[in-house]
């Protein structure tokens, strides 16, 4: 679905702008990359949900890719620089952490 859409919209832009239109090469590789991993990740979701109850499932493929994204944008990007700011993401990331692990750990059914 979500190709045949994205293939439907390329289409109407490229109809509609013609050459005019800006059709990156350098963006196409990461693009497919980024939906390779998307993939993998809905994957995960249905497998995730086939051994776990959707109860335990949900909360963590909710929590998990904040935290991720959280991490990743300190260590790679610097984000959220100063001691205080560096404190509360722990917090936060710590506060996540157990609440996940409190759930998966749960005998949660639904």
């Given at each position: 679905?979500?190709?045949?859409?994205?293939l439907a919209y390329f289409l109407a832009y490229a109809f509609a702008l013609g050459?005019?239109?800006?059709?990156?090469?350098?963006?196409?590789?990461?693009?497919?990359?980024?939906?390779?991993?998307?993939?993998?990740?809905?994957?995960?979701?249905?497998?995730?949900?086939?051994?776990?109850?959707?109860?335990?499932?949900?909360?963590i493929i909710v929590a998990t890719p904040g935290v991720v994204a959280a991490i990743?944008?300190?260590?790679?990007?610097?984000?959220?620089?100063?001691?205080?700011?560096?404190?509360?993401?722990?917090?936060?990331?710590?506060?996540?952490?157990?609440?996940?692990?409190?759930?998966?750990?749960?005998?949660?059914?639904?």
């Open positions: 679905g979500i190709l045949l859409a994205s050459k005019q239109g800006f059709y990156g090469r350098e963006v196409v590789l990461p693009g497919l990359g980024a939906g390779v991993l998307w993939g993998v990740a809905q994957v995960g979701w249905f497998k995730a949900n086939s051994i776990l109850s959707y109860v335990v499932a949900f909360p990743w944008g300190v260590v790679l990007f610097g984000e959220n620089r100063g001691r205080r700011n560096s404190a509360l993401l722990a917090v936060v990331v710590v506060m996540q952490v157990a609440g996940v692990a409190a759930i998966a750990l749960s005998k949660g059914s639904a």
